[in-house]
């Protein structure tokens, strides 16, 4: 084990021994105690911060009546939309006004370790009732989110169930897009109750093919699991479901003009949902997955993202009426997701129709005859396996055999050098979707259950179940790298694995 993963290790006990006291710095090379103000990692000044995000419980209102509490960042929900440049750095203070250890996330950025926001990769929590100051150097440009980084568990008020989610924009230093208006959406459930068995909707996503010897693997497993009397493992459902922190029908309508293109910027700040979006009669020219611009952009009739992916896709207002965008799910549309867009002179009640059948599949977004990425470096082959209800009733989840520690101090697994060229090959043997995420680093697409999908690239790719795919990325910013399951779930159960430089 590296000394880095030894002083993390020590300095994760100690946070978890002394919450509260001053936070202690992971990377004292000498050991001392250093208090948080004085040593934070990236600190730097007295003066005001470019940004402060406060967290705090509030109140929340996501329609008359339907009020919850919700740990937020500075007590709204979403958290402010963050405009930054790119390239140009920035002082952010965070201040943790919760009872709670925390970590903010730049999902999606390319920043160091100790300011990335995950314990796991060493950065110091946010203490309670503390705070910290990093600087931020904002890339690459596009749609970045933030979110806390803590584990949940079996505690549906922490982690991405509660309101720490909000919106990074990092604007391009030449902004190519042609449009009128850009509109940001993020989509989020609250209210979460435990229920047994998912309703996880599986048939939208192509190419649809099982792999036969994950799929008989994961049934068996699953099939042996129940015959010992094992309920199925704990699932995570919603009360309510909101757009921008509103349920349906009670935030401020999106109000266009004929003739308008609409940039919307869609966000799945969901703690362990899939979701879809789509607005009756428009289809939606998507420019960019995750922030980063796609090869090919090319018009859908309507969107899905996996809990932590982002849209970027132009809407021509072309189709004059009162219409409900909204998830193509009955149940969670009428149960609040989804938004009114209402054009210039419409009267009555919003329309939902149903978008015509279609499959998603990243491979549109790709450029047909890519020519096929390098050879990797080194291959990575990843195996991922549930086991049905093996951690007090929740599903464990296995890397190559392995669950992540629930006390987060797992040993990275993975070695990197810099600048070389990875490929990861997962293999899901489990039904379940799993949106796999890479922190610090941008991966390219190679390909989704067998077929090319070159030239995309993204942060967060939803993995089949029953199927592979393989994803290259370059060991081009070293550190202690924290691969996951976004499904929070999953990640609190084991879904991790920690990559390191050597
Ligand atoms: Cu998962």
Redesign the pocket.
Known sequence: MTKSVESRREFLKLVSATAGAALLSPHAATGAVRTYAQDSPGSTGNGPADHVLRIKIVPVELAPNRIVSLTTYNGQFPGPLVRLKEDQAVTIDLHNDTDSPEQLHWHGQLVPSDIDGSAEEGTPFVPPHGQRRIVLTPRPAGVRFYHTHVRAGANLSAGMYGGQVGIVYVEPKQDAGRYDREVFLLLKEFEPTYSRGGDMAMDFMAPAAHDKNLESQGESAMKASLAKGTPHGFEVGYGSFTINGKMRGHGEPIRVKQGQRILFHVVNGSATEIRSLALPGHTFRVLALDGNPVPNPASVPVLWLGTGERISAIVEMNHPGNWTMGDVGDDDRQHGMGIVVEYAGSTGKPQWTPPRAFRWNYAHFAKPGTPAPPDPDETFEMLFEKQNAADEGFNR?TINGTAFPNDGMGSPTYHLKEGKRYRLKMRNASD?I??IHLHRHIFEVVSIGGKPAGGIRKDVLMLGGYQSAEVDFVADNPGLTLFH?H?QL?MDYG?MSLFEYV
């Open positions: 989840w379940d799993h949106p399951c499904q999953h879904f």
